[in-house]
């Protein structure tokens, strides 16, 4: 089966670094993507990742590596408005979106 | 602002009732899609349309109906639900409808089936 796991919920402290790991089964890759979702509001896009490596996009970097199914999303100087969920997706083999549970990241004065 | 709304935003219905959702979007996109959000679960992807043609179909129960008049506007007709479809209702649209699109999400209608 195809399967998304990222932990469930992190905490980190304002103005610190948090790194939320996504891990992926998939029936073949076609890209990864990152995507925030505050309480009560609208799941946002914040990166999509198809090559190995880093990209990095200000305050928000997003990593991948294929060849062990892994990314992560890095959150530097964090802000109390970073609290919310972060969703992992990954496009298989089918061109299929298949979606992460979500990470709930608190953050902490 | 995202671009895509949703109406109501929160909605709450018995089992016998029969109420739609609607979904805009002002992006100027050719795919729409319909995803259900419980807690603590992935994103379950419903419905997807492209130039209004329905392309998916992930084996929704038929007491879901979508309607997609045109490219702009998307719903989703209730009728006979459990308990168990209490959910977050997310509507999302993207350009082409290619999975490598970024999906641009609406707010959600929080449903609740008593």
């Known amino acids: 089966g195809q399967n998304i796991d990222q932990p469930t919920e992190m905490t980190a402290t304002e103005g610190a670094i948090v790194q939320i790991n996504c891990t992926y089964q998939t029936s073949g890759f076609n890209g990864l993507f990152w995507y925030q979702q505050h309480a009560g509001e609208a799941p946002t896009f914040l990166s999509y990742?198809?090559l190995d490596g880093l990209e990095e996009k200000g305050r928000f970097s997003s990593f991948l590596s294929r060849s062990k199914g892994y990314s992560y999303l890095l959150l530097k100087e964090l802000q109390m408005k970073d609290s919310a969920s972060y969703l992992c997706a990954v496009t298989d083999s089918n061109y299929q979106l298949i979606w992460g549970a979500g990470t709930k990241l608190i953050i902490k004065p | 602002e995202t671009g895509v709304t949703q109406t109501p935003r929160h909605l709450v219905m018995g089992m016998t009732n029969k109420k739609s959702l609607k979904c805009e979007q002002h992006l100027g996109h050719n795919a729409m899609y319909w995803y259900k959000q419980s807690a603590k679960k992935p994103l379950e992807l419903m419905f997807v349309?492209?130039?209004?043609?329905?392309?998916e179909n992930n084996s929704v129960p038929s007491r879901f109906s979508p309607e997609c008049p045109n490219s702009s506007h998307l719903f989703l007709h209730l009728h006979t639900l459990q308990p168990e479809d209490s959910a977050l209702y997310l509507c999302?649209?993207?350009?082409?409808?290619?999975?490598?699109?970024?999906?641009?999400f609406g707010p959600g209608t929080r449903l609740t089936v008593l």
């Open positions: 999302a649209s993207s350009p082409s409808g290619q999975a490598a699109d970024t999906q641009y």
């Open positions: 990742n198809v």
């Open positions: 349309y492209s130039l209004e043609e329905r392309v």
